[in-house]
Structure formats: C-alpha cells, structure tokens
C-alpha cells in the first residue's frame, strides 16, 4: 500500500486487507465498464455515424439474446458485489467471543474510555497486537462516530443507545482516531490514538496503569447508591429478579426471545 498518501492508510487489522480487496474489485469493476462504455460510444458513433443527408438506416428487430445478455451479466456482476459485501458485513459485526473489553463514551469533544480493569484513558486507547477488542460505545451529548482509517473501522456512536465495534489489530504502532461525524464547533479537534504494544508492553503499561476501581466494584457501589438492592435480593424477601452474576450473560424471556 502507498502509505503516504492519505488515501491509502496502513493496513493494521485483520479486516483491513478484506475490506480493500472489495473495494479494490469495486473500483476495477467500475472502471472496466466505463472504459468499455466510452469506447463502445466512441466505435458506434463512428461506424454507425449518417454519411448523407438523405441516407435511412435499416430497420433494426429485438433481440431476446442480446435482451438476456445484458440482463443477466450485470446480473451476476452485481451478485458478486452482494455476497463479497455480506461477508464482510457479517464478519464485521461478529465480534469473537475472546475479545477483551473495552467502553467508550463519545462527548463534546474528547473519547473517554476504559478497561474492564478500570484503567481510564482520555482520546487514547492501548490494546495488544494480535487481540481481538471490542468496544461497547454510547455518547453523553449528540451524535458522534468513531473512527480508526489504519482499521478500516467506522461505528457511530448515538446518544441513548449501546453500539458494538471490534477490531483486532495486527501490526504494532500508533494510529488516529477521528470522529468522522460533525458534533460542533470543535469537532475537528476529537482525534485519538490506539497504541497498538507487543503483549509483553501492554501488560506492563497495564500493571502501570492508574485506573482505581473496576467497573463491576464502581456498578456495585451505585446499586447500594441508589437502593437497588432492596427490592433485588437474593433470598426470599426479594421483590424484584435477582441480578447476582447476569453481567454479559443471555437472559431467556416470558415471551421466548
């Protein structure tokens, strides 16, 4: 890949060289018929072209042949395109059950984040080579969109709701994070780093790390806040379900779902 420039960024994850492969064969497949396309208009406008004022072309019958042709070329062509892309989609917005976690607030105009651990950071993000991530993202404020160019990895961020983006990095390095959704007057400013380290740094950076509190022991303080555990208990005094050990687990409703 052309490095320098700013149309070809490095490609620094697993879903980098799939999404560029698409778009590269989307790309060709676009310029092969409009090269097409203008020679063909070119050669009949010659060939085809009225030599006397007075000269009437024959009549020209359908052809079902010709009909199918191109009905069902473009047909195929276009087929391609959907189940490439479907696959890449799919495998997109799977995250591996391996992932380590990490949660990400967009907010005018910083990314905060933090690890399962606790560790916080502010627009920066360190993680591991060769470990799959996942991001559980929401934001305080409005609309924003996160967005690593070296991962191929885009995910907007919207207020009141949970969305999910992974990537799993493979080469060691620092790499930008934009919001790649307008947010306001200092949108332009809301850039970030992933820090991509060998394992070895990672854990010591992670060992170093000045996150206090994990996120289960800061959520346990906010149940007894708040009362929670009044009504959620765990013996037969409960007045509500008990919601010991649920945390990242499937819950089977009434209705089935």
């Known amino acids: 890949m052309h490095t320098d420039l700013p149309l070809f960024p490095a490609q620094a994850s697993a879903m980098a060289p799939q999404v560029d492969a698409l778009y ?61 892309g479907a696959q890449v989609f799919f495998r997109m917005n ?18 905060k984040i933090q690890h399962l651990d606790g560790i916080r950071e502010i627009n920066e993000l360190h993680v591991p080579v060769g470990q799959s991530v996942r991001m559980t993202m929401t934001s305080e404020d409005v609309i924003h969109s996160f967005f690593v160019p ?42 970030g780093w992933v820090h991509v380290m060998e394992p070895a740094a990672f854990q010591a950076w992670l060992s170093g790390g000045s996150g206090s509190e994990s996120l289960a022991s800061a959520g346990a303080k906010l149940f007894a806040q708040h009362a929670c ?8 005094m409960a007045r509500g379900p008990n919601l010991e050990s649920l945390f990242g687990k499937p819950v089977h409703l009434q209705n089935g779902q």
Not at 70 to 75: A, E, N, Q, S, V
């Open 94 to 111: 799977r995250p591996p059950n391996d992932a380590m976690q990490i949660y990400v607030v967009g907010k005018q105009w910083m990314w």
């Open 229 to 236: 555990n009044t009504c959620h208990r765990s013996d037969s």
């Open 24 to 84: 590269f064969y989307l790309i060709a497949v676009s310029a092969f018929f409009s090269v097409l396309i203008a020679v063909l208009v070119i050669f009949f406008a010659i060939r085809y072209r009225r030599r006397s004022p007075g000269e009437i072309p024959e009549r020209i019958e359908g052809s079902l042949k010709l009909e199918l042709a191109w009905t069902l070329i473009p047909l195929a062509i276009t087929m391609t395109f959907f189940a490439w």
């Open 150 to 191: 070296a991962f191929r990895m885009k995910r907007d961020v919207v207020p009141g709701r949970y969305s999910v983006a992974w990537f799993q990095a493979t080469k060691p390095g620092d790499y930008h994070i934009f919001c790649s959704q307008y947010c306001g007057t200092k949108h332009s400013s809301m850039i």
